[in-house]
């Protein structure tokens, strides 16, 4: 394990006992791809693969590239120096909707000196996005969604300001995180992370010009209706993410995800397209280039 790269941050297991094996690696994938989302700072309970092996794992099935994306600003520090020191990870930085309020709870000069910081971080050429930012809902009551819409706004700003694509979390908020961007302006490129809409919602998003970025989430028992959203998005607006250690795709759900498990991904995303897996894996390798800049 890296002495200067430890995790940052422990995920919550919420009370669930759960498995925190890692799953087996599935077969490489036809044409590499890019992880666009991944938490590669946050451990599992006592389970962690530190950069180094996370990384080689993701290689020997395909997975070249990754996006660390920093949550918080431990995080988001923790992201630049990863992204410093390995050539493929990229860094995109934010405070996530959920850390807006805590933060403005404790002072609002709080708030906006982090987000200070992170227009600062954004800057670093090897910080190639603004995110995750935008709207929870779930874990969010009421009382801190003027916090969450201040901090997105301004996340939306720093976009802008550094001419960087911007990284949308929305959990329970698709209609008021599209007013938000529509009052604002969205910057040159916007992406979904972790796409949770219907056929309706992706419509609006692909109209928009957005990139749907597609998790483990697509493969579950229960999201026809996701799936029914990817076949009506285009192969150019489509990206794969694992947002590790979360999200696990199917048949492993539950269990810590990491990069090397996005081939379980994208073959479900090939058969719900109708399309082969080196045609998918093709497009989104462009697409992330594209969206990200090279490696």
Same mark, same amino acid.
């Given at each position: 394990?890296?002495?200067?790269?430890?995790?940052?941050?422990?995920?919550?297991?919420?009370?669930?006992?759960?498995?925190?094996?890692?799953?087996?690696?599935?077969?490489?994938?036809?044409?590499?791809?890019?992880d666009s989302h991944c938490h590669l700072d946050i451990r599992d309970g006592d389970t962690w693969l530190d950069v180094t092996e996370a990384l080689s794992a993701a290689?020997?099935?395909?997975?070249?590239?990754?996006?660390?994306?920093?949550?918080?600003?431990?995080?988001?520090?923790?992201?630049?120096?990863?992204?410093?020191?390995?050539?493929s990870v990229l860094a995109a930085v934010a405070l996530h909707p959920n850390e807006a309020p805590r933060l403005a709870a404790e002072s609002a000069d709080q708030l906006?000196?982090?987000? $200070?910081?992170?227009?600062? *971080? @954004?800057?670093?050429?090897? +910080?190639? #996005?603004?995110?995750?930012?935008?709207?929870?809902? =779930?874990?969010?009551?009421?009382?801190?969604?003027?916090?969450?819409?201040?901090?997105?706004?301004?996340?939306?700003?720093?976009?802008?300001?550094?001419?960087?694509?911007?990284?949308?979390?929305?959990?329970? $908020?698709?209609?008021?995180? *599209? @007013?938000?961007?529509?009052? +604002?302006? #969205?910057?040159?490129?916007?992406?979904?992370?972790? =796409?949770?809409?219907?056929?309706?919602?992706?419509?609006?998003?692909?109209?928009?010009?957005?990139?749907?970025?597609?998790?483990?989430?697509?493969?579950?028992?229960?999201?026809?209706?996701?799936?029914?959203?990817?076949?009506?998005?285009? *192969?150019?607006?489509?990206?794969?993410?694992?947002?590790?250690?979360?999200?696990?795709?199917?048949? =492993?759900?539950?269990?810590?995800?990491?990069?090397?498990?996005?081939?379980?991904?994208?073959?479900?995303?090939?058969?719900?397209?109708?399309?082969?897996?080196?045609?998918?894996?093709?497009?989104?390798?462009?697409?992330?280039?594209?969206?990200?800049?090279?490696?």
């Amino acid at each position: 394990m890296s002495e200067d790269l430890q995790p940052v941050r422990e995920r919550r297991n919420e009370g669930r006992t759960r498995d925190t094996s890692y799953p087996p690696a599935p077969e490489p994938l036809a044409v590499a791809v890019a992880d666009s989302h991944c938490h590669l700072d946050i451990r599992d309970g006592d389970t962690w693969l530190d950069v180094t092996e996370a990384l080689s794992a993701a290689a020997a099935v395909g997975i070249d590239r990754v996006v660390q994306i920093g949550c918080d600003l431990p995080s988001a520090r923790w992201s630049v120096e990863a992204a410093k020191s390995h050539p493929s990870v990229l860094a995109a930085v934010a405070l996530h909707p959920n850390e807006a309020p805590r933060l403005a709870a404790e002072s609002a000069d709080q708030l906006d000196a982090a987000l $200070a910081e992170i227009a600062e *971080l @954004a800057m670093h050429e090897r +910080v190639r #996005a603004v995110g995750e930012t935008g709207l929870d809902y =779930f874990r969010t009551d009421e009382s801190g969604r003027a916090a969450q819409h201040h901090s997105f706004k301004q996340h939306i700003a720093i976009a802008k300001q550094v001419n960087k694509p911007l990284v949308i979390h929305d959990r329970d $908020a698709h209609d008021d995180v *599209l @007013a938000i961007v529509d009052e +604002v302006g #969205a910057p040159h490129t916007v992406v979904m992370h972790c =796409f949770s809409g219907d056929v309706n919602f992706a419509h609006e998003c692909i109209d928009r010009g957005f990139m749907l970025s597609f998790a483990g989430t697509v493969t579950f028992k229960n999201a026809d209706s996701l799936r029914e959203a990817l076949a009506v998005t285009p *192969l150019t607006n489509i990206l794969v993410e694992t947002d590790a250690p979360f999200l696990t795709p199917a048949p =492993f759900r539950g269990r810590p995800n990491a990069s090397y498990l996005i081939p379980n991904t994208v073959r479900v995303m090939a058969q719900t397209l109708d399309c082969s897996e080196a045609e998918l894996c093709a497009a989104i390798s462009a697409n992330s280039e594209r969206v990200f800049g090279p490696w």
